[in-house]
């Protein structure tokens, strides 16, 4: 049977042909590029609130191990399957589940963050080069926007590119700025002795490091699809997290604590690399937002089955950088209500990576016994009622925990969401299967375009 044609671009709908696969090295570096952000930076700053730098050190090891295998069993699945987050969720969710978890995955929280992120951009250039017509937050939203899109237009060939160009060069200018700013500010006896008034529970920090890549985790499929064997996005994804995303949150609490702000650009500035501020500005947010992007205009492909991926990158990008330039820019707002939006949506992301999880390991392998197939021809439902019912029960509990406060079992917010999701998907299928009561209604057949 034919395996599709690909009329999308980059295998939106699609499982990836051999002849696309990358290496294990080639998956690690893409994942490194999406790391190499300021962002990253500054959330190392909320854990110095924190703790001290020990402390803060510990809670990242812990929350960002709980991240490597969240997310190197969903990365696995799409290694195994070749297929991307948005084919795959047409299993525990059924086609018409597959849409609404896209949407909440990645089709409208990653334009909000590319818009988020290309405001940070902007921001980050007016206060490094002020006064310049082009440095101004408009212009530079625009410009940097447009300059976010030409990656993620090309494809993941273009992503990994990038990736390894700019990882090693974005790492090594955090490694000045780390040095000058302990250099510049006591050095690390005086680093090591520093202490927030007060200390939050280690559950706090815990949840927070591992809130702050959840999402990121449900799309790690995006990525891992293109590996030469099932388990190199495994691989890749865990290395990229527990041993770098940990050195970023360190960078970051460490200057916190010396001066009081997550300050490696204004470090780097002070011992006269104005210019290397600005690139670790520039790469930093280009390799993440590019892929933002990209997984964006993959959703949508697959949610609307029209336009091929590089409309979408066009059509998401211009809506992402208008509201960068427009919000952030002309009028002067705060981006807070999109901001405020995402973190909801947020709260729904982990529990469908959730449900994910438990149909491919339990339920398709051991319940109902079937394989994970996207060529012309194959079968899937509509809706399948224990998926759907389990993001939205989950996902409005980690909300609830979010919003007012509420301790679930762990303690830990969005793994009780995780946790419950996962628990509740798995009993409603097994009692409906049991009790022969169709759960998943209507059929779909994958057309010879994915669709």
């Known amino acids: ?100 978890g896209s949407l909440i995955v990645s089709a409208l929280p990653l334009i909000i963050w590319f818009a988020v992120e290309t405001w940070l951009f902007a921001i980050t250039v007016n206060v490094i080069y002020p006064g310049h017509p082009l440095t101004s937050i408009v212009a530079s939203s625009i410009w940097g926007g447009l300059l976010m899109m030409t990656t993620a237009y ?51 920090g815990i949840t927070y490091v591992f809130g702050l890549y959840a999402a990121g985790c449900v799309i790690t499929s995006d990525v891992s699809r293109y590996g030469i064997k099932k388990w190199s996005g495994s691989i890749a994804w865990g290395v990229h997290v527990v041993l770098f995303m940990t050195f970023l949150l360190f960078a970051g609490a460490a200057m916190t604590l010396l001066t009081g702000a997550p300050n490696v650009i204004v470090a780097i500035a002070q011992i006269g690399l104005g210019v290397g501020a600005l690139l670790l500005a520039i790469l930093g947010q280009w390799t993440t937002n590019d892929n933002n992007l990209w997984s964006a205009a993959l959703a949508w492909v697959n949610i609307t089955g029209k336009l091929t991926k590089r409309v979408w990158v066009l059509i998401t990008g211009v809506i992402g950088t208008a509201i960068a330039a427009l919000w952030g820019g002309l009028w002067g707002m705060s981006l807070d209500p999109f901001i405020m939006f995402g973190i909801l949506l947020g709260n729904f992301i982990p529990p469908v990576g959730a449900v994910l999880i438990a149909d491919y390991y339990i339920v398709s392998k051991h319940l109902i016994k079937r394989e994970y197939k996207f060529i012309p021809g194959s079968k899937v439902s509509l809706v399948n009622i224990p998926g759907v019912v389990s993001i939205f029960i989950g996902g409005f509990a980690g909300w609830v925990a979010t919003t007012y406060g509420y301790r679930l079992p762990t303690g830990i917010g969005v793994a009780d969401s995780i946790i419950l999701s996962f628990i509740l998907y798995l009993i409603l299928t097994t009692i409906m299967y049991k009790l022969k009561i169709k759960f998943e209604i209507g059929e779909w057949i994958i057309s010879e375009v994915g669709i």
Request: glycine fraction near 12%; hydrophobic fraction near 50%; charged fraction near 10%.
């Open 154 to 204: 090309i494809g993941y060939k273009a992503l990994s590119i990038l990736s390894y160009i700019t990882v090693p060069f974005w790492y090594t200018l955090i490694m000045i700025g780390l040095a000058a700013a302990i250099d510049l500010n006591g050095g690390f006896d005086i680093l090591w002795r520093i202490r927030p008034q007060t200390i939050a529970p280690l559950g706090i």
């Open 1 to 100: 049977m034919s395996q599709g044609r690909d009329i999308y671009g980059d295998y939106a709908t699609l499982p990836i042909p051999e002849s696309e696969l990358r290496s294990t090295l080639n998956i690690f570096m893409v994942y490194m590029g999406v790391l190499a952000v300021i962002a990253a930076i500054f959330a190392g700053s909320g854990l110095a609130q924190m703790y001290d730098l020990k402390t803060a050190i510990s809670v990242s090891i812990i929350g960002n191990m709980l991240l490597a295998i969240f997310g190197g069993l969903i990365a696995y699945i799409g290694g195994a399957t070749k297929a991307n987050t948005y084919m795959l969720l047409r299993y525990p969710l059924g086609r018409i589940g597959a849409i609404i």
